[in-house]
């Protein structure tokens, strides 16, 4: 049956678009999300990047993670090992695969954690305590930063380092506190308290370094979010990593993704403009990062392509043969043009006799030239002489002197600029243009 004229004409597409098409539509329909299940077909490719399969009862899916996620995972998983990956649902255009690229991992025992931090986060959040309407904005210019760390902490020394790049007067204070383990959680609340009751900051940072979901679980304690939303001073939460959320980053007036990102966001910017090629720079690394993902998995995908090493050596002596050739051919050209340049030299070469009066006539004016150049700069030097001459004669004493002045000194020498500080019956001195005179104070006036 064929169709009719007013039917609309569907587009042909090839299949790198249907891919990239399907591929989009998958990434902007499914967002990031939890998958749980067990490990089976795991491969660590010579990259660096994971490939294996999550599985359940009923089902499984292909999965890979990249190099730049996996080296923060904590461990590396095995077959049979039940984990939650947290995962982006995509589609591999190459081969029209569908599969998880996974941000993330954990075992599966962090998910009874996560559940009771669901139902705390749910409680506080009924209490109000999260609400964005009791956020404070950060102090534009603080004079005075407060950190809740611990001393031993690196993410103490990359909050330090941020705020001195950016600001290196802004005063910091301290406030100790374990940040991992038993009775954490009441301490770091502890130190928040005491650091909104002493009121000496202008604004406040909570940090610790990245971990797993038990290593931070001092910030999920609920007295640590009750004192971070009481706290009289803006609080900036930078716990974990960016992907890492807790307690202390909703009740926080501001959640920074990293320790040095909560320094750089207390502390003032430089200008817009850092701020706008700041973004457009991560969107580049974005972008290669996904270029290089893209091509890292073409690139594992094509390996398990290799084909035999004495073809490969067959296919490259061949290539070699035809590049002899090349170059025979080459080196026949090349000799052919050098003896013709050669033949033209010679047609054109120059006897030893010109090229002597040549350079005679141009050793005869460059000598013309530098007599002239000397006697004009004798003249010229002759005259800056006449004139230092006449400006040292205005300044000479004599002639002061002799339009009536007289220069009166001390017995011991000294120059008298102010009568007062002379007293009757001393010896005076006297200079004058022509001849000296000695006098005797009768009386002072002053001026």
């Given at each position: 049956?064929?169709?009719?004229?007013?039917?609309?004409?569907?587009p042909?597409?090839?299949?790198?678009?249907?891919?990239?098409?399907?591929?989009?539509a998958?990434?902007?329909?499914l967002p990031?999300l939890?998958?749980?299940g067990?490990?089976?077909?795991?491969?660590?490719?010579?990259?660096?990047?994971w490939?294996?399969?999550l599985?359940?009862?009923?089902?499984?899916?292909?999965?890979?993670?990249?190099?730049?996620?996996?080296?923060?995972?904590?461990?590396?998983?095995?077959?049979?090992?039940?984990?939650?990956?947290?995962?982006?649902?995509?589609l591999?255009?190459?081969?029209?695969?569908?599969?998880l690229g996974?941000?993330?991992?954990?075992?599966?025992?962090?998910?009874?954690?996560?559940?009771?931090f669901?139902?705390?986060?749910?409680?506080?959040?009924?209490?109000?305590?999260?609400?964005?309407?009791r956020?404070?904005?950060?102090?534009p210019f603080?004079?005075?930063?407060?950190?809740?760390?611990?001393?031993q902490?690196?993410?103490?020394?990359?909050?330090?380092t941020?705020?001195?790049?950016?600001?290196?007067?802004?005063?910091?204070?301290?406030?100790?506190t374990?940040?991992?383990?038993?009775?954490?959680?009441?301490?770091?609340?502890a130190?928040?308290?005491?650091?909104?009751a002493?009121?000496?900051?202008?604004?406040l940072?909570?940090?610790?370094?990245?971990?797993?979901l038990?290593?931070?679980?001092a910030?999920?304690?609920?007295?640590?979010?009750?004192?971070?939303?009481?706290?009289?001073?803006?609080?900036v939460?930078?716990?974990?990593?960016?992907?890492?959320?807790t307690?202390?980053?909703?009740?926080?007036?501001?959640?920074?993704?990293?320790?040095?990102?909560?320094?750089?966001?207390?502390?003032?910017?430089?200008?817009?403009?850092?701020?706008?090629?700041?973004?457009?720079?991560?969107?580049?690394?974005?972008?290669?990062?996904?270029?290089?993902?893209?091509?890292?998995?073409?690139?594992?995908?094509?390996?398990?392509?290799?084909?035999?090493?004495?073809?490969?050596?067959?296919?490259?002596?061949?290539?070699?043969d035809?590049?002899?050739q090349?170059?025979?051919?080459?080196?026949?050209?090349?000799?052919t043009?050098?003896?013709?340049?050669l033949?033209?030299?010679?047609?054109?070469r120059?006897?030893?006799?010109?090229?002597?009066?040549?350079?005679?006539?141009?050793?005869?004016?460059?000598?013309?030239?530098?007599?002239?150049?000397?006697?004009?700069?004798r003249?010229?030097?002759?005259?800056t002489?006449d004139?230092?001459a006449?400006?040292?004669?205005?300044?000479?004493?004599?002639?002061?002197?002799?339009?009536g002045?007289?220069?009166?000194?001390?017995?011991?020498?000294?120059?008298?600029?102010?009568?007062?500080r002379l007293?009757?019956?001393?010896s005076?001195?006297?200079?004058f243009?022509?001849?000296?005179?000695t006098?005797?104070?009768?009386?002072?006036?002053?001026?």
């Amino acid at each position: 049956m064929n169709p009719t004229d007013d039917a609309p004409a569907l587009p042909v597409l090839t299949v790198s678009e249907l891919n990239r098409m399907a591929r989009r539509a998958l990434e902007s329909q499914l967002p990031l999300l939890w998958v749980e299940g067990e490990i089976s077909n795991f491969t660590r490719a010579a990259s660096g990047h994971w490939y294996f399969s999550l599985k359940d009862s009923q089902a499984q899916v292909r999965c890979v993670m990249f190099r730049g996620r996996n080296q923060f995972a904590g461990f590396t998983p095995a077959n049979g090992d039940h984990v939650e990956i947290r995962a982006l649902p995509s589609l591999y255009e190459a081969r029209g695969e569908f599969q998880l690229g996974a941000e993330n991992i954990r075992r599966a025992g962090a998910g009874r954690l996560y559940e009771t931090f669901l139902r705390l986060k749910a409680k506080l959040d009924a209490e109000g305590l999260f609400d964005l309407a009791r956020k404070r904005p950060l102090p534009p210019f603080p004079r005075t930063v407060g950190v809740v760390t611990s001393p031993q902490a690196a993410a103490l020394r990359d909050v330090l380092t941020a705020l001195a790049r950016r600001m290196p007067g802004l005063h910091v204070v301290l406030y100790p506190t374990p940040v991992q383990g038993l009775g954490a959680g009441a301490r770091i609340a502890a130190a928040i308290e005491q650091a909104s009751a002493r009121a000496e900051c202008d604004v406040l940072l909570v940090c610790r370094g990245g971990g797993s979901l038990e290593d931070l679980w001092a910030f999920n304690d609920e007295a640590v979010a009750r004192a971070i939303a009481a706290c009289a001073v803006p609080v900036v939460s930078g716990v974990g990593h960016e992907t890492d959320f807790t307690l202390a980053d909703f009740a926080a007036d501001l959640r920074a993704p990293t320790p040095t990102a909560a320094a750089e966001l207390a502390s003032p910017h430089r200008d817009a403009l850092r701020a706008q090629l700041d973004g457009l720079t991560q969107r580049l690394h974005r972008h290669i990062a996904r270029g290089q993902r893209d091509a890292a998995q073409r690139l594992d995908y094509l390996a398990r392509r290799l084909v035999h090493p004495a073809e490969q050596l067959a296919r490259q002596r061949r290539a070699l043969d035809t590049l002899a050739q090349h170059l025979q051919r080459a080196m026949r050209a090349v000799l052919t043009t050098a003896q013709g340049r050669l033949t033209a030299v010679r047609m054109r070469r120059v006897s030893p006799v010109q090229i002597l009066q040549r350079k005679r006539l141009s050793v005869e004016a460059l000598h013309g030239r530098l007599q002239r150049a000397d006697e004009t700069g004798r003249a010229r030097r002759r005259l800056t002489l006449d004139r230092l001459a006449a400006s040292l004669a205005h300044l000479d004493p004599e002639r002061v002197l002799a339009r009536g002045y007289s220069l009166v000194q001390c017995a011991d020498g000294r120059v008298v600029q102010d009568a007062a500080r002379l007293h009757a019956g001393e010896s005076l001195d006297i200079r004058f243009h022509r001849g000296r005179a000695t006098a005797s104070v009768k009386s002072i006036t002053p001026d």
